[in-house]
């Protein structure tokens, strides 16, 4: 059984950064691509990065395309996402999700292209 984990939201400023952690368990981490999406209140799930299995391709959404960074820590079975520069419009429930199958890249940003998804954890930009 797959588990994620997110940590590190909470309430942060404008113009500030906040770095998110999702730990994983229950099979070879190392072997997945890994994202995160969010859900802002009254909105759909939206894609905002993924990153390869071993780190070495990333793909970001447009709206945080320069601001925010995914990396992963394969001896850790961790995946992190660093948010600078936030912004009002970046609150939301931030997920990392996880695939049962085996990708070849980072270049997946469909939500039924991940199988497993974390608790979630906020993420609250103040103006």
């Known amino acids: 059984q797959v588990q994620l984990v997110e940590s590190g939201g909470g309430l942060v400023q404008a113009g500030g950064s906040q770095r998110l952690s999702c730990a994983a368990s229950?099979?070879?981490?190392?072997?997945?691509?890994m994202g995160w999406f969010r859900q802002a209140p009254g909105k759909e799930r939206a894609f905002v990065a993924a990153?390869?299995?071993?780190?070495?391709?990333?793909y970001y959404a447009d709206s945080v395309k320069g601001r925010f960074t995914i990396s992963r820590d394969n001896a850790k079975n961790t995946v992190y996402l660093q948010m600078n520069n936030l912004k009002p419009e970046d609150t939301a429930v931030y997920y990392c999700?996880?695939?049962?199958?085996?990708?070849?890249?980072?270049?997946?940003?469909?939500?039924?292209?991940?199988?497993?998804w974390g608790q979630g954890t906020q993420v609250t930009v103040s103006s």
């Open positions: 999700a996880a695939p049962d199958r085996r990708y070849t890249s980072a270049y997946y940003y469909r939500k039924g292209e991940y199988d497993y």
């Open positions: 229950g099979r070879t981490f190392s072997s997945y691509t």
């Open positions: 990153i390869g299995w071993n780190g070495g391709s990333t």
